[in-house]
């Protein structure tokens, strides 16, 4: 996106940022920011291609459903069946803090009663983004999920690599 020049902050006005539930309070401090990284189409998640009910897929952190299918595409693009693939697979990853589990509870209290609350921190949480995508998978390799604040996407990559190097995965 850099290399292309491609924006990938979406500036919102104050009548989108209404209706998305920012309080006058809010809109009226200077130091508000109107803007932040948005995806487009993240509600467009294959939930039964993945094995998810619909309940689950509504309930799972987007960056968890977005890396889930990146992983896909990626193995996709390789031209690799993980199920038919003899060697590890191995995936290094970490996600931001969540927010969507707070609105998800803030906006309907009550599912953490309907769907358990394993199953509502597992769908959330940050330490289950790389086995998430290993288990879904059924990948062989290492899953480490890996939270180092600025660092993660370099460490992630500096793991895998020593994963590499030393035979744990291909």
């Known amino acids: 996106n850099l290399k292309g020049g491609k924006e990938c902050i979406s500036h919102f006005s104050e009548e989108e940022l209404i209706e998305a539930g920012v309080s006058e309070k809010s809109l009226s401090n200077p130091n508000y920011v109107k803007s932040k990284g948005y995806m ?3 509600d467009l998640f294959d939930a039964d291609f993945f094995s998810y009910s619909p309940l689950e897929a509504s309930i799972t952190d987007p960056q968890h459903r977005h890396f889930l299918e990146c992983a896909w595409h990626s193995l996709e693009n390789a031209g ?6 003899g060697g590890r697979i ?3 990853a970490g996600s931001s803090w969540n927010t969507y589990a707070i609105q998800i509870w803030s906006r ?14 597992n769908a959330n949480g940050q ?11 059924d990948l062989k390799g290492p899953c480490i999920n890996v939270q180092t604040a600025c660092s993660t996407s370099l460490v992630a ?3 895998a690599c020593q994963s ?3 035979g744990e995965c291909d």
């Open 157 to 159: 990559v500096h793991l």
């Open 40 to 42: 487009e189409g993240i």
């Open 108 to 121: 309907n209290p009550h599912i953490i009663e309907k769907v358990g609350s394993r199953q509502f921190l």
């Open 127 to 137: 330490d289950f983004l790389a086995t998430r995508v290993g288990h879904k998978m």
């Open 164 to 166: 590499l190097l030393n």
């Open 90 to 92: 191995g995936v290094f």
């Open 80 to 85: 690799c069946d993980p199920c038919r693939y």
